[in-house]
């Protein structure tokens, strides 16, 4: 007999609002955040999300919805969904949840998306410091590729996945997670720089109630305003996995997730059609509405079997990942090298997140001779499928690393290699 069709436990209508979904989505993490569904281990579900604004980016070409995005809304994800086994005993903290991506795309009848550049006073991204006004690029799809009237010229295969996969955090970790980028933030401005621009960018997102969803908690009430000052923001990625943006997490891929609460509450969203490693523009994949078909398998006791924690506690771990077999093929690359010496000419010791900010730079030098703006090179290379690589992190003091990309995504190919 054949399979049954995925059953549908989070349903999206592209035309309402978030918070006035069937079934209500959330944009932070917190324990007491109440499951929406539950998930039978082994069960084909499907789950679909609006894109991360949850709908604030039109398809025009106006970059002002870009430039005055109030980022506090980040992320809108689809969930907490509550995993159970099949005689309905719930994840515990300690258990894996194997999380297997069937299928996923576009939801029918949205088949567009965007890439932007963030203003330098509102979010910024990797080459603020060179690139400090907002930019969109819109791209539409036909079937596996996509191309953009902003960037003539180009067509690509996306290698899509959702940038947001995670689980709840118990109220141990949350503290955690709270501390530490609290801290960073009290003491960091004095220590630590990153690429020289740092102070023009937050260096953490702490909590505030400021545009926060809380799915089924209603807003207004004494416990969404408990929950709302102490719950999380969704901008990075975590013990708990989140906000990855892992390129290749595509069709076929497992993700191996802790439990830190019961029922290990998933969440999903941020889908991304393409994206090139970094997300260098930081609004820098091709980001969409979409849709997940998932089966989750829950591994009793695989914390402690499978994770190794590297920090202070046991809540100290990270996710591990197994790539699908589903990519686009490219053979012929041209392949950028920075290191770690910056554009004043000074050296630092072994950065790699200077040396990569040199191999982009480089990129876009490149590629600007051939008739494309600066501005549309770096909007290309942020959802692109291209590869960014550490190279070189032990030979003091220049770390390496690359940039390569695929010639095939240009019309031309002759027209932007050597």
Not at 277 to 305: Q, Y
Request: proline share 7%; aromatic share 8%; with cysteine.
């Amino acid at each position: 007999m054949a399979p049954l069709t995925p059953r549908l436990v989070v349903p999206i209508d592209v035309k309402k609002k978030p918070w006035e979904q069937k079934v209500r989505l959330h944009n932070r993490w917190h324990p007491d955040i109440p499951p929406v569904a539950d998930v039978t281990e082994g069960e084909l579900f499907r789950v679909e999300m609006v894109d991360w604004t949850g709908g604030r980016v039109r398809d025009d070409d106006s970059a002002d919805d870009i430039k005055f995005l109030d980022l506090t809304i980040t992320h809108y994800l689809s969930g907490p969904l509550r995993i159970v086994d099949a005689e309905g005993v719930p994840a515990s903290p300690g258990d894996l949840l194997a999380v297997e991506i069937c299928n996923l795309g576009p939801l029918p009848g949205d088949e567009w998306g965007y890439t932007g550049i963030f203003e330098r006073e509102n979010g910024g991204g990797f080459l603020t410091d060179h690139f400090p006004s907002a930019r969109k690029a819109i791209w539409y799809f036909e079937g596996i590729y996509a191309y953009s009237p902003q960037i003539p010229g180009v067509r690509f295969p996306g290698l899509t996945h959702p940038g947001i996969v995670g689980t709840a955090p118990s109220v141990e970790l949350l503290n955690i997670w709270n501390e530490r980028e609290r801290k960073l933030i009290e003491t960091g401005h004095e220590s630590l720089k990153l690429c020289e621009v740092l102070h023009q960018r937050p260096l953490a997102n702490l909590p505030t109630s400021d545009n926060c969803l809380l799915g089924k908690i209603q807003e207004g009430t004494a416990e969404w305003q408990k929950i709302a000052n102490e719950a999380a923001r969704t901008i990075p990625g975590r013990e708990n996995g989140g906000n990855c943006d892992i390129k290749n997490l595509s069709r076929g891929s497992k993700v191996y997730l802790p439990v830190f609460v019961e029922g290990a509450n998933l969440s999903t969203g941020d889908m991304h059609f393409s994206q090139g490693d970094g997300e260098v523009s930081f609004c820098g994949a091709i980001e969409m509405s979409g849709f997940l078909e998932l089966k989750c398998e829950i591994i009793r006791g695989g914390m402690k079997e499978y994770l190794t924690p590297v920090g202070p506690t046991a809540l100290h771990v990270n996710p591990i990942f197994e790539i699908g077999p589903v990519e686009p093929r490219f053979s012929e690359w041209l392949v950028f090298e920075g290191i770690s010496v910056d554009e004043s000419g000074k050296q630092h010791f072994l950065d790699a997140s200077v040396a990569y900010k040199r191999a982009v730079l480089n990129a876009i030098e490149y590629l600007s001779r051939f008739g494309y703006s600066k501005e549309q090179v770096y909007l290309l290379l942020s959802c692109c499928p291209c590869e960014g690589r550490i190279s070189g992190i032990v030979d003091a003091p220049n770390a390496v690393a690359t940039l390569a990309i695929p010639t095939a995504i240009f019309d031309q190919t002759d027209k932007v290699v050597i």
